[in-house]
């Protein structure tokens, strides 16, 4: 799931994804 309005630099990158993975292990 990507968000082509949102900018993707690393630092947002990363935390981003570390939450989408988190959730995804969670739910």
Do not use: F, K, Q, W
């Amino acid at each position: 799931m990507r968000l082509p309005m949102v900018p993707v630099t690393e630092p947002t990158r990363v935390a981003v994804r570390s939450a989408m993975v988190h959730a995804g292990l969670i739910n």
